[in-house]
């Protein structure tokens, strides 16, 4: 029962995570048109996020064995929870900043606190593996659901009407319930703290040290790229299906929802794939499928004409294709994740998990930042085709990794 209550409290930190991080494409798309700003400048809250990810990974590393998992995880909840209560206190773009700079701090200590309690909670890679892909296809199903939550308080008629705001006393309410059930719940940590356990400036030297084996930089690497093309797409598919394929705001960010539901079905079937098919073979298959539906459907986006009566019945095709490329993506994260966690001894998860968010935060950064440059100085077309190039970065960047894996599977078994 204490087993079945943390790994609950778990999942749920994770999808209300799911639901904050992954809002930004929503909200940008608001700040746009309530707030008044450019599409550069908006893009500038993906930064608030990702770059405060990045850095204080590196702090969190440091102090997290010695704070706990699940009192850092009840941390970055009141944290959000404190953040989201001012949004519609002190409404504007500043306020919005703030909000995306605590939900990037708090997440970096929840991803390494989450990362760390399943090799906590689980004994071999096939359980970790199962685990993981469990916790990510879930975290997808939060982010359908925040599309969904933030789309519902949207006004239809008014875009530009604060009312959307009020979302965030939800959020808050939600916080407060789930650092509740963390804190009657229960955690085992002290395999975090045996023998080879690190705290202190020696958990940042663990992750200098852990960027020095080839296996880890290329798999660094693979999820930096990974991210890049994710949050291109996952950032700016709001505004995509606005501004390209003529939508309403409210229906331009349901339909973007259909990206996260690929993406969790795909995540929570990718363990019954990897039973039958190699993970290297399932990746470059998912990789070479997205090239191909990239290629295939942006042109479907072509010449779209507004319509004052149109619904999810009459509305473009590429608006329901495009995002069918989350079921391209979902295996790839997560599968990486665990083959690159498991290798490790548990104690070093911590300081692994701390790289995984530094390197993802960037890539997301600049795959939202490079796609808002080109939005903005040419189409949204123009900026999902340019995915394209580091999709083919990533054919390579696995290569690297599964050939890495392979020489320390064979060092292991020396």
């Given at each position: 029962?204490?087993?079945?209550?943390?790994?609950?409290?778990?999942?749920?930190?994770?999808?209300?995570?799911?639901?904050?991080?992954?809002?930004?494409?929503?909200?940008?798309?608001?700040?746009?048109?309530?707030?008044?700003?450019?599409?550069?400048?908006?893009?500038?809250?993906?930064?608030?996020?990702?770059?405060?990810?990045?850095?204080?990974?590196?702090?969190?590393?440091?102090?997290?064995?010695?704070?706990?998992?699940?009192?850092?995880?009840?941390?970055?909840?009141?944290?959000?929870?404190?953040?989201?209560?001012?949004?519609?206190?002190?409404?504007?773009?500043?306020?919005?900043?703030?909000?995306?700079?605590?939900?990037?701090?708090?997440?970096?200590?929840?991803k390494v606190a989450v990362y760390s309690s399943i090799g906590l909670l689980t004994t071999d890679r096939a359980g970790h593996s199962r685990l993981t892909n469990m916790i990510e296809g879930l975290f997808m199903v939060g982010v359908l659901l925040g599309s969904w939550l933030f789309s519902a308080f949207i006004d239809r008629d008014a875009p530009a009407n604060p009312s959307w705001l009020r979302v965030y006393w939800l959020l808050a309410a939600l916080a407060a319930a789930i650092a509740l059930l963390l804190a009657t719940s229960?955690?085992?940590?002290?395999?975090?703290?045996?023998?080879?356990?690190?705290?202190?400036?020696?958990?940042?030297?663990?992750?200098?040290?852990?960027?020095?084996?080839?296996?880890?930089?290329?798999?660094?690497?693979?999820?930096?790229?990974?991210?890049?093309?994710?949050?291109?797409?996952?950032?700016?598919?709001?505004?995509?299906?606005?501004?390209?394929?003529?939508?309403?705001?409210?229906?331009?960010?349901?339909?973007?929802?259909?990206?996260?539901?690929?993406?969790?079905?795909?995540?929570?079937?990718?363990?019954?794939?990897?039973?039958?098919?190699?993970?290297?073979?399932?990746?470059?298959?998912?990789?070479?499928?997205?090239?191909?539906?990239?290629?295939?459907?942006?042109?479907?986006?072509?010449?779209?004409?507004?319509?004052?009566?149109?619904?999810?019945?009459?509305?473009?095709?590429?608006?329901?294709?495009?995002?069918?490329?989350?079921?391209?993506?979902?295996?790839?994260?997560?599968?990486?994740?665990?083959?690159?966690?498991?290798?490790?001894?548990?104690?070093?998860?911590?300081?692994?998990?701390?790289?995984?968010?530094?390197?993802?935060?960037?890539?997301?950064?600049?795959?939202?930042?490079?796609?808002?440059?080109?939005?903005?100085?040419?189409?949204?077309?123009?900026?999902?085709?340019?995915?394209?190039?580091?999709?083919?970065?990533?054919?390579?960047?696995?290569?690297?990794?599964?050939?890495?894996?392979?020489?320390?599977?064979?060092?292991?078994?020396?």
């Amino acid at each position: 029962m204490s087993r079945t209550r943390i790994v609950l409290a778990l999942v749920l930190v994770y999808m209300l995570f799911a639901v904050l991080l992954n809002s930004v494409g929503t909200v940008i798309l608001q700040s746009i048109v309530g707030f008044g700003v450019d599409k550069p400048t908006a893009s500038l809250l993906e930064a608030c996020k990702d770059l405060t990810i990045a850095g204080a990974s590196f702090v969190v590393a440091s102090f997290l064995p010695a704070l706990g998992y699940r009192r850092s995880m009840m941390l970055s909840l009141v944290i959000v929870a404190t953040a989201c209560v001012f949004m519609p206190l002190y409404p504007g773009f500043r306020t919005t900043e703030i909000l995306f700079v605590c939900i990037g701090a708090s997440f970096a200590m929840t991803k390494v606190a989450v990362y760390s309690s399943i090799g906590l909670l689980t004994t071999d890679r096939a359980g970790h593996s199962r685990l993981t892909n469990m916790i990510e296809g879930l975290f997808m199903v939060g982010v359908l659901l925040g599309s969904w939550l933030f789309s519902a308080f949207i006004d239809r008629d008014a875009p530009a009407n604060p009312s959307w705001l009020r979302v965030y006393w939800l959020l808050a309410a939600l916080a407060a319930a789930i650092a509740l059930l963390l804190a009657t719940s229960s955690l085992d940590e002290s395999a975090a703290h045996g023998k080879g356990a690190l705290g202190g400036g020696k958990s940042l030297t663990a992750m200098v040290g852990l960027m020095a084996r080839p296996l880890v930089y290329c798999f660094l690497i693979s999820a930096f790229l990974y991210v890049l093309i994710e949050q291109s797409f996952g950032t700016w598919l709001p505004t995509f299906n606005r501004e390209i394929l003529k939508l309403p705001n409210t229906m331009s960010v349901q339909l973007a929802s259909i990206l996260a539901g690929a993406t969790a079905i795909g995540r929570i079937g990718a363990g019954l794939l990897m039973r039958r098919v190699p993970w290297y073979v399932l990746l470059n298959l998912c990789v070479v499928a997205m090239g191909a539906l990239v290629v295939l459907t942006l042109p479907l986006a072509q010449s779209v004409v507004a319509r004052a009566d149109v619904g999810w019945f009459n509305a473009p095709i590429a608006a329901y294709v495009i995002p069918l490329i989350g079921l391209l993506m979902a295996p790839i994260y997560p599968v990486i994740n665990s083959v690159a966690l498991s290798s490790l001894p548990k104690p070093l998860h911590a300081a692994m998990t701390g790289l995984i968010v530094v390197f993802s935060a960037l890539g997301g950064t600049l795959g939202s930042r490079i796609t808002a440059i080109v939005f903005a100085r040419f189409d949204g077309i123009h900026a999902f085709y340019f995915s394209l190039v580091p999709m083919t970065l990533l054919l390579v960047a696995l290569f690297l990794f599964s050939r890495e894996t392979e020489r320390a599977a064979v060092a292991q078994g020396a």
